[in-house]
């Protein structure tokens, strides 16, 4: 019997063993289960604040947990556990904020939070150790995203291990229905180092006074650099509301050379830097603040009251890891001679309209006194911006299976008039090198058009192919449209030609161009792009094209009716010229026509019954390169750009903008792949974007989410809402069965976090017995062999061998965001304002080994890397 329990023994030791070298998925985030708080059934994506990435990726939801403030400017914090002790990066940052209720939010990084309460007023403080800002979000103000291989690091032994959200309601008229607020952000972390670590450089000054009716007073600050290389992505200024214009330099050999310039009367949010900047060892930084004492009866100091000033420039920064410092302070003024020579622009203010200057500091008492009959005249194209404000957001659809299409090089997408996506690829064959001679006479006819079915009619919601056709026909499909009848429009820029196809007409309908023929007349096409037909008039746009730059307009039969456009200057392009038109989108609402003018990186609008030049688009977040632009009604442009060049730093994302204004609401990139080369956009009314990519071969699906995912909005007995996770809309009928199916497929995707306790462990306590049941029935078997075998001395030999296995195992072992303190510990300094400000997101970059274009965009090469001062 002895024998018998021995060897138990050791097959269970040896189990153990195994089984703490397995680690279990829901272990990495135990410790976070077992210390959440109960939230209120208000707040939405609080139960599932971990959300499995992937093997290494994870999700953060940090929220508000059901909190209702009582007066305007309130300003509260929470606090969440990193739920993870290893290392980890922060990659990206998505805010889940309404502007309606939530004026600007901050994101902390630290070791000890001043609270242990589910949320507190942040007047009790934010961090009882040092404390280091990590994101920001304003209303009306861009997104920051960290570029593509940046990180800030947390965990580990040295990183921060809590994050602290500070939220500022400004205006509480909003929470007049009691609701509860659960505004956040979620965070997107690897465990895969990174190359490149972010971190913050602050620049302050501490000792600066303002003398009552002073017009104009300085405010400057500049410290020697004496560190590794780092690179400068995104800065931020903060004053309070004497500030009028904060600026920041580097100074290097006498040159000064603009970091970023901003009204602090502005969303206090992180903006990127335009042009990019490194600084090296030996260079200076240098600031200025302009403030103003009019209207002051005594004097202002530093400080952290409403009544006080700051004076705060941030900039956000990359370093290689291995030299990689989080964060950097500079508060004295080494050199003030120096700024005799700062530029004029750094004195000159930014004008700011009244009702921004409302929505940056969230005081509204002294900006409503004025209402004069300007501002009622002005009032209804302010209705109308907020209206197209960023009430929410673009996000991949991440439950969408067409991401796994196997698809050619996707060159077009359309939508039919039942709203399916209709996909426009290459097959087999390729756009190279080798595809085209100097005179862009097709080299490939050998290969034979492409034996695949081209055009593919995809089921929005499944992916499902519903339909295929165009078999045969193209050698290098390009373009594609859609009119509303249902009949595709396509270019070949191989054939160089235009293609009208009925749905299930084995024969086009009507054909421009001839076939493999490159021209310029009003019979030919060379390499034309894209195509556009009216839905009133009926006649035909073609952007024509890769070696022609222009627009060329046919009547619906074909005839030729006129055209506009020529070859880009040496500099900068004029309005009219092109290098390369490269995607048509029409906007009848205003009876023009808009151009993606892809190597001038900017959209040209024109009228479309004159070709009369109306407008340029144009964004340094555009970069170089903007491949494709698509309409909705409602006055809403989407537009995808192209892959930066060596040494650029503009991410290549989707973009949401306001037509009527031009300005950027929103950016998008997905979270499954990467984008490679996006070469169409399209985009369905209700906002849903699809985004097809030439060299990742894949389409990917988008969907708006509203920012108001924290309330619960009670309609005729239902009651709407918004699971933040994955975007998962669950609607419930008070007293009524629910249904499960979308539940259900966000639970398939997400096992990982979102398996129940009860499911657990009868999962987890089945497959403990199991085994041990197994290892049962060998023991039995072992004792009854070695009895037979050894006979009396079986005992013996069993225990000095167990002995032995004993010892070997008894001798084995068993198996946060700290970027630090960049807040100057200074007498006169106040922490308390300075914790008061705003951000949102960042950028990404291309893959450095892609040197050209592409292959399929192989007509444009890229023009000499420019060198930059900076």
């Given at each position: 019997m002895a024998g018998l329990i021995n060897n138990l023994l050791i097959l269970l030791l040896v189990f153990q063993n195994t089984c703490l070298g397995f680690k279990n998925p829901l272990s990495v985030f135990k410790r976070y289960k077992d210390t959440t708080r109960s939230l209120s059934s208000e707040c939405l994506g609080n139960n599932r604040p971990v959300i499995s990435l992937g093997l290494t990726d994870f999700a953060l939801d940090i929220r508000m947990p059901g909190v209702t403030p009582k007066q305007s400017d309130t300003y509260l914090c929470m606090s969440l556990r990193l739920p993870v002790d290893e290392e980890a990066y922060v990659v990206d940052f998505r805010p889940q904020a309404s502007m309606d209720t939530v004026h600007h939010m901050l994101l902390?990084?630290?070791?000890?939070?001043?609270?242990?309460?589910?949320?507190?007023?942040?007047?009790?403080?934010?961090?009882?150790?040092?404390?280091?800002?990590?994101?920001?979000?304003?209303?009306?103000?861009?997104?920051?995203?960290?570029?593509?291989?940046?990180g800030f690091k947390v965990g580990g032994e040295t990183g921060s291990k809590y994050f602290v959200l500070q939220v500022h309601y400004g205006d509480v008229s909003a929470f007049r229905d009691k609701?509860?607020?659960?505004?956040?952000?979620?965070?997107?972390?690897?465990?895969?180092?990174?190359?490149?670590?972010?971190?913050?450089?602050l620049m302050m000054s501490v000792n600066t006074v303002i003398p009552p009716g002073e017009k104009v007073v300085d405010a400057d600050i500049a410290c020697h650099y004496q560190k590794y290389p780092m690179h400068l992505f995104a800065y931020r200024v903060h004053t309070h509301r004497l500030g009028k214009v904060v600026s920041g330099y580097r100074v290097r050999n006498g040159q000064w050379t603009l970091i970023g310039r901003q009204s602090p009367q502005l969303p206090q949010a992180f903006y990127p830097v335009e042009h990019p900047v490194d600084i090296s060892f030996g260079d200076t930084?240098?600031?200025?603040?302009?403030?103003?004492?009019?209207?002051?009866?005594?004097?202002?100091?530093?400080?952290?009251?409403?009544?006080?000033?700051?004076?705060?420039?941030?900039?956000?920064?990359?370093?290689?890891?291995?030299?990689?410092?989080?964060?950097?302070?500079?508060?004295?003024?080494?050199?003030?001679?120096?700024?005799?020579?700062?530029?004029?622009?750094?004195?000159?203010?930014?004008?700011?309209?009244?009702?921004?200057?409302?929505?940056?500091?969230?005081?509204?008492?002294?900006e409503t006194k004025k209402t004069d009959d300007s501002s009622s005249l002005k009032q209804p194209k302010r209705e109308e911006e907020?209206?197209?404000?960023?009430?929410?957001?673009?996000?991949?659809?991440?439950?969408?299976?067409?991401?796994?299409?196997k698809l050619g090089q996707v060159s077009g997408l359309a939508l039919d008039p039942?709203?399916?996506?209709?996909?426009?690829?290459?097959?087999?064959?390729?756009?190279?090198?080798?595809?085209?001679?100097?005179?862009?006479?097709?080299?490939?006819?050998?290969?034979?058009?492409?034996?695949?079915?081209?055009?593919?009619?995809?089921?929005?919601?499944?992916?499902?192919?519903?339909?295929?056709?165009?078999?045969?026909?193209?050698?290098?499909?390009?373009?594609?449209?859609?009119?509303?009848?249902?009949?595709?429009?396509?270019?070949?820029?191989?054939?160089?030609?235009?293609?009208?196809?009925?749905?299930h007409d084995k024969e086009p309908l009507l054909i421009l161009g001839r076939s493999l023929q490159p021209g310029s007349d009003k019979n030919h096409f060379c390499q034309p792009t894209d195509v556009a037909v009216d839905p009133v008039t009926g006649n035909i746009y073609v952007s024509d094209g890769y070696c022609n730059s222009r627009i060329v307009v046919f009547s619906p039969n074909g005839m030729f009716i006129m055209q506009w456009g020529e070859e880009s200057s040496v500099g900068e392009a004029k309005p009219g010229q092109f290098r390369i038109p490269h995607s048509l989108t029409l906007v009848?609402?205003?009876?023009?026509?808009?151009?993606?003018?892809?190597?001038?990186?900017?959209?040209?609008?024109?009228?479309?019954?004159?070709?009369?030049?109306?407008?340029?688009?144009?964004?340094?977040?555009?970069?170089?390169?903007?491949?494709?632009?698509?309409?909705?009604?409602g006055g809403l442009l989407f537009a995808v750009n192209g892959m930066p060049y060596p040494g650029d730093i503009e991410p290549v994302q989707g973009f949401m903008m306001n037509f009527s204004t031009g300005e950027i609401?929103?950016?998008?990139?997905?979270?499954?792949?990467?984008?490679?080369?996006?070469?169409?956009?399209?985009?369905?009314?209700?906002?849903?974007?699809?985004?097809?990519?030439?060299?990742?071969?894949?389409?990917?699906?988008?969907?708006?989410?509203?920012?108001?995912?924290?309330?619960?909005?009670?309609?005729?007995?239902?009651?709407?809402?918004?699971?933040?996770?994955?975007?998962?809309?669950?609607?419930?009928?008070?007293?009524?069965?629910?249904?499960?199916?979308?539940?259900?497929?966000?639970?398939?995707?997400?096992?990982?976090?979102?398996?129940?306790?009860?499911?657990?462990?009868?999962?987890?306590t089945t497959l403990l017995i199991i085994p041990i049941v197994v290892l049962l029935a060998i023991a039995v078997f072992i004792r009854w062999r070695k009895t037979r075998v050894y006979g009396a001395d079986a005992d013996h030999k069993l225990e000095s061998s167990s002995g032995r296995i004993l010892g070997r195992l008894q001798g084995k072992g068993s198996g946060g965001l700290n970027l630090g303190n960049f807040f100057a510990s200074h007498k006169s300094y106040s922490r308390k304002g300075f914790d008061r400000l705003s951000t949102e997101g960042s950028d990404q970059e291309k893959d450095e080994d892609d040197g050209t274009d592409s292959e399929e965009e192989y007509s444009a090469p890229p023009p000499p890397p420019v060198s930059s001062s900076s």
């Open positions: 902390f990084g630290c070791n000890v939070p001043s609270s242990t309460e589910n949320y507190w007023d942040c007047d009790e403080g934010i961090c009882t150790d040092k404390s280091n800002i990590l994101y920001a979000w304003a209303r009306n103000a861009p997104p920051t995203r960290l570029p593509k291989g940046v609701h509860k607020d659960c505004s956040g952000v979620t965070l997107h972390l690897t465990h895969q180092r990174q190359p490149l670590i972010a971190g913050m450089y930084l240098a600031a200025r603040c302009v403030f103003t004492g009019e209207g002051r009866t005594t004097e202002t100091h530093i400080g952290g009251t409403a009544s006080d000033e700051m004076c705060n420039f941030y900039i956000m920064y990359y370093m290689e890891a291995k030299h990689a410092v989080s964060y950097m302070t500079c508060t004295q003024n080494i050199n003030p001679d120096m700024f005799r020579n700062i530029p004029q622009e750094a004195n000159i203010p930014i004008p700011v309209k009244s009702d921004m200057i409302m929505m940056t500091h969230g005081h509204h008492h002294e907020e209206v197209l404000d960023q009430d929410f957001h673009i996000e991949e659809a991440v439950d969408w299976p067409g991401v796994n299409l039942k709203n399916n996506l209709v996909i426009f690829h290459r097959g087999d064959h390729v756009w190279d090198r080798n595809s085209f001679d100097s005179s862009f006479v097709y080299q490939q006819r050998g290969l034979g058009p492409i034996e695949q079915n081209t055009i593919l009619v995809i089921d929005p919601s499944n992916a499902e192919v519903l339909d295929s056709t165009g078999k045969n026909l193209f050698y290098l499909p390009h373009g594609l449209s859609i009119d509303k009848d249902g009949n595709y429009w396509v270019t070949d820029v191989a054939l160089h030609q235009v293609f009208k196809l009925g749905v009848p609402e205003f009876g023009q026509l808009c151009v993606a003018d892809r190597e001038n990186g900017r959209i040209q609008c024109f009228r479309s019954e004159t070709g009369e030049f109306t407008r340029e688009i144009k964004h340094k977040l555009f970069g170089r390169e903007l491949f494709a632009v698509s309409y909705i009604p609401m929103d950016t998008f990139i997905p979270v499954r792949k990467n984008f490679e080369m996006p070469h169409d956009v399209v985009v369905s009314e209700d906002k849903t974007v699809y985004v097809g990519d030439v060299h990742a071969k894949t389409v990917w699906k988008f969907t708006s989410t509203e920012k108001m995912e924290h309330r619960s909005v009670k309609k005729a007995g239902i009651e709407v809402q918004e699971i933040k996770a994955e975007t998962v809309i669950e609607a419930k009928l008070e007293n009524k069965p629910v249904s499960t199916e979308s539940p259900k497929k966000w639970e398939k995707h997400h096992m990982v976090e979102q398996a129940s306790p009860g499911i657990s462990f009868v999962l987890i």
